[in-house]
């Protein structure tokens, strides 16, 4: 099987090492979003999932105290069906890993669970993508779960440890709404929470201010519905602001339109900071990229820069990055675990290479490969 040549995928190396595995593979088939089924060599899906014992998600990874945690969703089977407000994520609670070094094999340590839904009052379904910050030697998960009247909320829980277990708020952050929480750190001691997902995270229904049952979204020439950013009380458990819109412009200082399919923001905002330089990244749902921006304030505006990663197996594309040992590295899920199951994903990395001009070498995971 020949791999067609791809301008920016993995290191070199890594490449040459996996073409000539993909040479004596088996290949399976599969179908991404009603496409047409493509064969794809199982070589082709290099990085192995970390973790195999059960389904991952949404990997938020993290350094602390030199060792690098991920805190995923946890996937599973509920028989949900499928549908558009994302019913079928029916996940219930949260395991935290941990790695010590990065090796070709790299072992991965599950602590078990850390949090589960029936331990927070307020919240009844749909644990999704968590994330988690330290602060003074205390540890905080932060999710979003729907609540009794089926409206996302972001919940909190703390810990004394990094992988738990985790104790929730009796409510959640009051203020803060919709999906995808994640906690930037600045260099400054400032901590920041970015959330926003559209359609089944209802960032839709939030744009007056208040929740309106109704999905109503812009004209296609109009501005897209950005991810929102509050900073954090020194509590960590409280917004300091009223969640404000981070705006994601083009190269020519213009909103980001609905109708720019493969660059609106979707959900899965992430803010990563080299020297004075913020990166967000995002995923654009449909289109299914990881793209990202530049800014000099974590507020933004962030001035559209590139794709971090092409589509993965399966609807959703969301990911992390984090630095650890030196190293740049990608945190993203795909479904080959099951063999394409949407809601059935397990958590991968890679290693993720910033350019001297400071511009990211985007990552395809499959070398080109995978139906788009
Ligand atoms: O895992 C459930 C949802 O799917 C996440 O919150 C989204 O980002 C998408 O990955």
Redesign the pocket.
Same mark, same amino acid.
């Given at each position: 099987m020949k791999i067609k040549a791809k301008k920016t995928a993995l290191p070199v190396n890594v490449i040459n090492v996996f073409m000539l595995v993909a040479s004596v593979v088996s290949i399976r088939v599969y179908a991404v979003n009603g496409s047409s089924n493509k064969k794809v060599p199982e070589a082709l899906f290099p990085q192995k999932p970390l973790i195999t014992h059960m389904y991952t998600? %949404?990997p938020s990874a993290h350094v602390f105290d030199g060792k690098l945690y991920i805190y995923p =969703?946890h %996937?599973i089977e509920s028989g949900v069906v499928r549908d558009s407000s !994302?019913g079928h994520?029916d996940?219930r609670d949260y395991h935290v890993f941990s790695i010590d070094e990065v090796t070709p094999n790299t072992k991965v340590v599950d602590h078990g669970q850390a949090l589960h839904v029936d331990q927070v009052p307020w919240a009844t379904k749909q644990m999704?993508?968590p994330d988690a910050a330290e602060k003074d030697g205390k540890y905080y998960l932060y999710f979003?779960a729907k609540d009794k009247n089926n409206i996302f909320r972001i919940g909190v829980a703390t810990a004394n440890t990094p992988t738990g277990p985790f104790v929730p708020e009796a409510q959640p952050i009051k203020d803060a709404y919709s999906? %995808?929480p994640s906690v930037f750190q600045d260099d400054d001691g400032s901590y920041y929470l970015y959330v926003g !997902?559209i359609m !089944? !995270?209802q960032l839709q229904r939030w744009q007056t201010g208040s929740y309106i049952e109704e999905d109503k979204y812009p004209a296609d020439n109009e501005p897209v519905y950005m991810p929102k950013i509050a900073k954090l009380n020194a509590d960590m458990k409280s917004l300091a602001q009223p969640l404000q819109d981070v705006v994601i412009q083009d190269e020519f200082g213009k909103p980001i339109v609905q109708g720019d399919f493969d660059r609106k923001f979707f959900?899965?905002a992430w803010v990563h900071k080299i020297k004075d330089i913020y990166y967000l990244s995002y =995923?654009t749902g449909h289109s299914r990229f990881i793209q990202y921006g530049t800014s000099k304030s974590p507020y933004g505006p962030f001035t559209w820069r590139g794709k971090v990663l092409e589509p993965v197996l399966g609807w959703?594309?969301?990911h992390s990055i984090a630095e650890f040992k030196g190293k740049w590295y990608l945190f993203f899920?795909d479904s080959s675990l099951s063999d394409g199951k949407t809601h059935l994903r397990s958590v991968k990395m890679v290693e993720l290479i910033h350019n001297e001009d400071g511009t990211i070498q985007t990552v395809d995971a499959y070398f080109g490969e995978l139906d788009k």
């Open positions: 998600a %949404d =969703s %996937d !994302g994520f996940m999704w993508a979003p999906i %995808d !997902g !089944g !995270g959900e899965a =995923s959703t594309n969301h899920h």
